[in-house]
């Protein structure tokens, strides 16, 4: 047990061997500091790379009406199926715990739209305000559709910057008007979307407003969802796979649509494509991991050979106090306290100058795939603890040499 006289013992040890026990606690902070900034580091990359392909990592699954191919009670096949505002409801009611983000739409093809002199034919969506969520659009002036403006039905409209720029040339569309098919609404937004050009030659409009502006019922052109994200792709994929079989089963049902029948009710899910985003997340925390690993062994290696050393130049005084009548098991436990001891404290400092170090420097870091370089505090702390073990380890074998020195040979020792 640790006592007054032990405590004594440890640090007139230490004070005898300070420079063999400052390269301990170097070999030590030095194991310690490296293996956190590298899990910080790991995990900085980790945001960084889930930044850039989180549009992707997702996996938007989307779910579109289409025609029936097959015929089913007694209904022949070649309907056409349409979705409604209830479709979506259902959905959302029903799959609720499982989605994470959500939205219905309304496509208008080519419309026509009109800002003064320029004019040109453009598609246009009616959308739900979580729509920007799941495509991941950027608002760079104004804003986007809100709650409000579905209860009211509001004439707004958020356009893309290609758009702006046909437009507007180098005014600012924010506050202005345009002319959707001959319909006013007032620009109150402009986005950017990771997709291009392409993408960002449209205008989205309120959901309800298209309804009952353009289309004179409760139609919709497709639903999205997102679900909460997994810690593994196969978790992501299994998830992905038991939403879409359930969704598709109840929305064939709903509308008498032939369960086999794949056409009837289209359904997309993305979680196939982003295999590569996990895989790559995982591959960055094992290599960190293994370097840890590493310099958490080589620190022991290091740690080992000084006590050693220090064994070596105490087998006198081990000697002596065997011929006094100190046990085997005693002389180990002297050996692992003062193993144990510079362990612990050089490891603490270590932990503790590798987390500042993440607090203070890490968001100086600017870079796309690097971004909150951050170690939790439990897996930091486990760490100590594992290479405040891993030290005793590498102490208990010059102990063990210790204690089964005979005293007369240790006498005798020069």
């Known amino acids: 047990m640790f006592n007054i006289e032990r405590w004594q013992e440890i640090f007139e040890a230490i004070a005898k061997n300070k420079l063999r026990t400052f390269l301990t606690g170097?070999?030590?902070a030095s194991g310690i500091f490296i293996l956190v900034i590298?899990?910080?580091v790991g995990k900085g990359l980790e945001n960084g790379i889930s930044k850039q392909f989180e549009n992707d990592a997702d996996g938007v699954i989307w779910i579109w009406a289409g025609t029936t191919t097959k015929e089913y009670k007694g209904l022949n096949p070649g309907r056409q199926i349409q979705l409604h505002n209830s479709d979506y409801e259902l959905s959302t009611q029903k799959f609720d715990k499982q989605i994470d983000k959500e939205s219905s739409n309304y496509a208008l093809w080519n419309a026509n739209i009109v800002y003064g002199k320029e004019t040109g034919n453009y598609d246009n969506q009616g959308v739900t305000p979580e729509h920007q969520a799941i495509e991941r659009l950027t608002i760079i002036k104004g804003r986007f559709i809100n709650a409000n403006d579905l209860i009211n039905s509001t004439k707004v409209a958020v356009i893309g910057e290609k758009l702006r720029l046909d437009l507007f040339k180098d005014k600012e569309a924010v506050g202005e008007e345009i002319a959707i098919?001959?319909?006013?609404?007032?620009?109150?937004?402009?986005?950017?979307?990771?997709?291009?050009?392409?993408?960002?030659?449209?205008?989205?409009?309120?959901?309800?407003?298209?309804?009952?502006?353009?289309v004179g019922s409760d139609k919709i052109s497709n639903l999205a969802f997102t679900l909460h994200k997994k810690d593994t792709y196969e978790e992501a994929l299994a998830e992905s796979v038991k939403f879409t079989t359930e969704i598709s089963q109840m929305l064939k049902g709903k509308n008498t649509v032939s369960p086999d029948d794949l056409s009837g009710i289209g359904i997309n899910s993305t979680i196939e494509n982003v295999k590569q985003f996990y895989d790559l997340n995982l591959y960055i925390r094992l290599f960190f991991w293994w370097v840890g690993i590493c310099t958490i062994i080589a620190g022991v290696v290091g740690v080992s050979n000084i006590m050693?050393?220090?064994?070596?130049e105490r087998t006198k005084e081990i000697g002596i106090r065997k011929a006094l009548g100190a046990s085997p098991f005693s002389i180990v436990v002297m050996i692992l306290h003062e193993s144990i001891f510079i362990t612990t404290i050089s490891g603490f400092v270590g932990l503790l100058s590798s987390l500042l170090l993440l607090e203070f420097v890490g968001p100086l870091v600017k870079s796309d795939y690097f971004l909150n370089p951050e170690v939790n505090f439990g897996v930091a702390l486990t760490t100590l603890i594992l290479l405040v073990f891993a030290g005793a380890l590498a102490g208990f074998f010059p102990a063990y040499r210790a204690a089964s020195i005979k005293p007369i040979v240790a006498l005798r020792d020069e």
């Open 181 to 214: 098919s001959n319909i006013k609404f007032k620009v109150v937004g402009v986005f950017m979307d990771p997709g291009g050009e392409r993408e960002e030659s449209r205008a989205y409009l309120p959901l309800t407003t298209v309804q009952k502006v353009f």
């Open 308 to 312: 050693m050393i220090i064994v070596k």
């Open 38 to 40: 590298l899990l910080g």
């Open 26 to 28: 170097i070999s030590v």
